[in-house]
């Protein structure tokens, strides 16, 4: 699974701006681990930087230095569309005859290609491959007529099917938005109770010390600038539905989603998956570290000892969001080693928040028999994850799922190696979370999709380069409203 990207916001004057931003990056660099980068303004310019690599390799105390202003917007990327190069890295800039905006994105638009077509017949030329400068050279288009970015921004929101949550930056002012369905998390807090700061998550509040005020609600624009913090409502929301996989993996477990401590959702379905899928052994290890709330919550539950099996190398990025299966299978070499001495003579259960291809998984489970465990027992907080993403997360190819591929779950235990494979069922999952169908996206499990996806659509993060459509396919019309809230069959 390809994971999103950070986003981050502040209108800060008398704040060192460029550095609270390099901190809040630093908080949410689980969210983006291929690019970074920082976008100033001191009300007259806009000063931006940006380059490949984590948040600590990107920026230094020169760099910072020259990023001086009162406001800024920052981002930590990992590709959703367009492929990992400099030119895709964000925040980008573009003009208008007002001056200049920058934007920083965490989504994805299901009509990009469609809505990049019309700009191009219009006369519209492109720097970059990705959704995001598509979105930003709208917002340009639309202030050269409206005169505000606001008004553009406005104008722009019923265009954009799919998911973002996104901080735009102009001269004087931070802009926040979020799709109407509220797919990705969005937050706003103020800090030394005047700087206002907008997050993908409230960890990154925590780590500069912010208050955390609210969470931008779906369809709304935010502005901070120098007549303080206002808001509307741009757009209805026909239901909730943030992404399910925020809770089991995506965000930090330090991070609150609609008042739910990550951590502790994480647990909840740990102990609702004792309950659900029992089995007899000797320990309980997770597999770090998205796995070790729920496994907390396992042993609670099941009354077996919680133990540590795997060591994680701490300075590995997640095998989850490399950009390439042959990094990823590297990457889980190096990523973890077994402790032999918890593991040698013993039947071990290992849980984890999920299985996506399962090559992981195999190699795992390879590494604790190879350390003389009699029995290697796998429990998945999550559902089997069957269906693609089209809002943000990577799996826009369906083959790739090992849920998919295979026809039952004793297919999949076969193929990663496993003694025994539980899965959470989807109402234990909603039972363990203690969160409101109503209120989440689950398409990755069921195939029903909240934002409808037209037919025969298939997003690749390379679409932009490859041109994929074939002739006669059909695509998301440009211009057009936001799609039905009917769940649609994938």
């Avoid at 796995?291 to 590995?316: Q, T």
């Avoid at 040698?344 to 190699?363: C, E, F, Q, Y």
């Avoid at 796998?378 to 997360?393: D, E, K, N, T």
Wanted: glycine fraction near 10%; proline fraction near 6%; include cysteine.
């Amino acid at each position: 699974m390809r994971e999103e990207c950070g986003v981050f916001g502040i209108y800060g004057p008398d704040e060192d701006v460029s550095r609270l931003t390099y901190f809040g990056l630093f908080a949410l660099q689980h969210r983006g681990q291929e690019s970074a980068g920082i976008a100033v303004a001191d009300g007259r310019d806009i000063t931006l930087y940006r380059e490949m690599g984590l948040v600590s390799q990107v920026f230094d105390e020169a760099t910072l230095e020259r990023l001086s202003g009162d406001l800024a917007i920052g981002h930590a990327r990992y590709s959703t569309t367009g492929s990992t190069t400099l030119a895709n890295a964000q925040p980008m800039v573009a003009e208008w005859r007002g001056g200049k905006i920058a934007i920083s994105h965490n989504g994805n638009l299901i009509n990009t290609l469609a809505l990049r077509r019309e700009m191009e017949a219009q006369g519209e030329t492109f720097e970059a491959s990705s959704d995001s400068e598509v979105m930003l050279r709208m917002v340009a288009r639309e202030a050269d007529r409206t005169g505000t970015v606001e008004e553009a921004l406005a104008a722009c929101m019923p265009q954009w099917h799919g998911a973002y949550s996104a901080t735009f930056l102009t001269e004087k002012s931070v802009i926040a938005v979020r799709d109407p369905y509220g797919v990705r998390p969005l937050c706003v807090g103020r800090l030394n109770g005047q700087a206002t700061v907008f997050a993908s998550e409230t960890c990154a509040l925590n780590l500069i010390g912010a208050e955390f005020l609210r969470e931008a609600q779906p369809g709304e624009l935010i502005v901070a600038d120098e007549d303080g913090l206002r808001s509307r409502a741009v757009l209805t929301t026909p239901r909730q539905a943030l992404c399910v996989f925020e809770y089991i993996y995506l965000a930090r477990p330090d991070s609150k989603i609609s008042d739910r401590l990550v951590h502790e959702a994480r647990r909840g379905l740990g102990r609702q998956l004792a309950d659900d899928q029992p089995v007899d052994g000797d320990v309980v290890i997770p597999v770090p570290d998205t796995g070790w709330p729920a496994a907390i919550g396992y042993a609670e539950r099941s009354g077996l000892p919680f133990g540590e099996g795997l060591i994680r190398n701490r300075y590995v990025p997640r095998t989850f969001i490399q950009p390439d299966q042959r990094l990823r299978e590297l990457g889980v070499k190096i990523k973890l080693n077994p402790l032999r001495d918890a593991l040698a003579g013993r039947r071990i259960v290992m849980v984890d928040d999920s299985i996506v291809r399962g090559t992981t998984k195999r190699g795992i489970i390879g590494m604790i028999r190879d350390a003389g465990a009699t029995e290697v027992h796998v429990r998945i907080s999550a559902p089997p994850i069957r269906w693609p993403c089209y809002y943000g997360v990577d799996t826009s190819n369906r083959s790739e799922l090992i849920a998919a591929r295979c026809s039952s779950v004793e297919e999949i235990r076969r193929a990663i190696g496993a003694d025994s494979l539980g899965y959470q069922s989807i109402q234990g999952m909603l039972k363990g979370l203690q969160i409101p169908r109503r209120k989440l996206c689950l398409a990755c499990f069921t195939g029903r999709y909240p934002i409808a996806i037209p037919k025969d659509v298939r997003l690749s993060k390379l679409d932009l380069e490859e041109s994929a459509w074939r002739e006669g396919e059909e695509e998301p019309r440009a211009g057009t409203p936001a799609p039905s809230p009917t769940e649609t069959p994938g």
